[in-house]
């Protein structure tokens, strides 16, 4: 028995179990509110009340929240995002975990109510997905960390929670059966493989599936003079497929997956989860003309566009619903 047992007396979950006949997958962007996405992501011209929130969820059914990784959310950020919203019912949020508690690790119980006031305000409303535990290259699978894990995850048991890890220690059956005592999913991830670093999987523990691609810069991964560049990639179709096939097995035994492309600058991580979900409907999708014109590969992906749209292309906010998938018999 893993000594975490005494710490978190959790009902075990069996990694590999079926889930439900249709599992819904959502594909999105990390994070909204960036520089280098202006006249990329969103229209040159913005008209009165415009709201980056409301406009991704016209072409996405989830965005990861970024900023709640450098300090928590206020309730009413949250419900402020949740308002603009509100005309995409299928639509949900992911959150990241304050860094306090997964890289710096000095918190107390005041940080943990803060951090809550804003995940409050989501889960209740039925729009947090999950709370991504994201923790760094340097959290390896020691009893010290595992044992770390499972206080953590008594703190955070009311939100569904998924672990983000980056060295492959943590890949082992031990770690997959551990995760399934908590209670807890596992993000697969893309990254540079570098060293010892987690390669691609296609693991699901739990009810709720993640990928995260965060791009394959290998020169500026480790070393870079602006943490912006690690993050400027540009997958190639060629390059999404096989992580089209592993979201999809990922799927299979998830009630809900979350695909987030986390290579955010320039808007890239948009362009590719357009082409993602092109992709997994095998159909072409709703491109903004601006992203067209910063990436033309998307023009191979992209639908009429639909009447109502103004001068730039923009669809004037279709519902985005989920993906479904039927288990294969």
């Known amino acids: 028995m893993h000594e975490l047992a005494k710490i978190a007396s959790l009902p075990a979950v069996d990694p590999h179990a079926s889930m439900s006949a249709t599992h819904a997958i959502r594909i999105g962007p990390a994070g909204w509110s960036y520089l280098d996405w202006a006249n990329i992501a969103y229209p040159r011209i913005r008209p009165r009340g415009f709201h980056e929130t409301e406009y991704l969820a016209r072409f996405f059914d989830v965005i990861e929240i970024n900023t709640s990784f450098y300090q928590p959310i206020r309730a ?10 509100r005309m995409h019912p299928h639509f949900q949020f992911t959150a990241k975990l304050w860094r306090r508690f997964t890289h710096d690790r000095d918190t107390g119980r005041d940080e943990e109510r803060a951090v809550k006031q804003g995940l409050n305000a989501l889960a209740e409303a039925g729009k947090l ?14 009893k010290e960390n595992r044992e770390y894990l499972g206080a953590l995850v008594m703190q955070f048991l009311e939100y569904p929670l998924v672990l983000e890890v980056r ?8 770690a997959f059966d551990l995760l399934g005592e908590l209670g807890v ?17 296609a693991e699901t523990v739990g009810p709720v599936g993640y ?4 791009g394959r810069n290998y020169n500026q991964w480790f070393e870079h003079s602006e943490p912006h560049e690690r993050y400027n990639y540009l997958y190639s179709m060629d390059e999404l497929e096989p992580w089209v096939k592993r979201a999809e097995r990922v799927a299979e035994r998830a009630q809900s997956t979350f695909v987030i492309t986390n290579n955010h600058f320039e808007a890239k991580g948009v362009a590719n989860a357009l082409e993602i979900k092109s992709l997994i409907t095998g159909k072409p999708v709703e491109v903004p003309e601006t992203m067209m014109k910063r990436y033309p590969e ?11 749209t103004d001068e730039e292309g923009t669809p004037a906010g279709p519902e985005q619903g989920t993906l479904g998938f039927d288990s294969p018999a």
């Open 167 to 174: 060295h492959s220690s943590w890949n082992c059956p031990e």
């Open 185 to 201: 999913g596992f993000c697969n991830i893309d990254q540079p493989i570098i060293g010892r670093s987690l390669p691609p999987t």
């Open 129 to 142: 997905g999950a709370l991504l535990l994201q923790f760094p290259w340097s959290y390896k699978w020691t």
């Open 298 to 308: 998307l023009k191979s992906i992209a639908a009429p566009p639909k009447t109502g």
């Open 76 to 85: 009413e950020m949250a419900r402020s995002w949740l308002a603009q919203v």
């Open 211 to 214: 990928v995260r691609l965060h």
